[in-house]
């Protein structure tokens, strides 16, 4: 439960920012704009292969588009390798 009410609080913060990246040991939290104008929110516990994936390229932390795109295609590649 207390997780939740972190993750609802962390949301709520960004509520006046147009893109963020908030990371606290495996949570990521990734505001960015979408081509529509408005914004998404993803958030997620890291896999070790995010996380290493983070460790090599930490300018990720500050393109939180890029960023989600980067988890979403490493999402879709897990499931493609668990799937094998």
Known sequence: ???????????ESLKGESAAVVQFGS???VKA????????ILSRILTARELRMLEARP???????ELMAQLTATGREGQTEQAQ
């Open 33 to 40: 704009p979408t081509p529509n104008g408005g914004s998404a």
């Open 1 to 11: 439960m207390q997780n939740a009410q972190g993750l609802a609080a962390i949301i």
């Open 59 to 65: 300018d990720l932390l500050r393109d939180p588009g």
């Open 27 to 29: 949570l990521v939290v």
